[in-house]
Every structure is written in C-alpha cells, then in structure tokens.
Nanobody, 124 residues
Framework: QVQLLESGGGSVQAGGSLRLSCAVSGNTYSLTCMGWFRRVPGKEREAVAGIERDGRINYADSVKGRFTISQDNAKNTLYLQMNSLKPEDSAMYYC??????????????????WGQGTQVTVSS
C-alpha cells in the first residue's frame, strides 16, 4: 500500500510558475510508474507527465517545454515544475503511482494509487 499527498497548488497569473509536490509514503520500494494528471470539471482527466521505472519520461504535448517532472527518491517525493502557465492549465492536479510490472507513464489505466489533488488556477 502507498499513500500520496499533493501540495503546491495555488493561483497565479498567466506566465507564472508553480511547483507541485507529491509526497509518497508506505511501501515505496517496488513502485514503477509515477505520474501527474489533471482534470477540469466537466472534462475527462488527462495525463500531464510521467516517469517510468527505467527513468523514461513522457509529457503531454500541451505541456512539453513548459513542465518538468522529477523525483527525489531520498525524499520519496515527486515534483512537477510548471512554467509559462496558461489559463488552460487551470485544473485539479493529481499524482499517481502503481506497482504493476508493466506500465506506460501517460496511461491512466496503469495507475493504482491516486492522491487527493491540488488545485491550480491560472488567470489571464
């Protein structure tokens, strides 16, 4: 079992930056993929960025060049650095992880454990 707790959300103006953190606790030894997802009310949740077990990183096209995902294994924390934020980035952001042997970083179906989310609001 593992627990995820996001933080770092808030309100910023367009062009600004935020760094989201996801603290992971519990049995972290065998975790494979870790990722960030987001959802806007009335829309489906979408993938933002993910890291696979071998370190391979993938980003959604909409955030490439602006967002950076990283992890600090010593602190059991996943990060999402978000720069050049746009109003369309406004959403509830969730981190997720899984123990599954095979997972694709941006595939939501692979993920088993999800955090409660942190709200990001970008004003124009």
């Amino acid at each position: 079992q593992v627990q995820l707790l996001e933080s770092g959300g808030g309100s910023v103006q367009a062009g600004g930056s935020l760094r989201l953190s996801c603290a992971v606790s519990g049995n972290t030894y065998s975790l494979t993929c870790m990722g960030w997802f987001r959802r806007v009310p009335g829309k489906e949740r979408e993938a933002v960025a993910g890291i696979e077990r071998d370190g391979r990183i993938n980003y959604a096209d909409s955030v490439k060049g602006r967002f950076t995902i990283s992890q600090d294994n010593a602190k059991n924390t996943l990060y999402l650095q978000m720069n050049s934020l746009k109003p369309e980035d406004s959403a509830m952001y969730y981190c997720a992880t899984t123990y599954r042997n095979y997972c694709i970083a941006l595939s939501q179906s692979a993920y088993t454990y999800w955090g409660q989310g942190t709200q990001v609001t970008v004003s124009s």
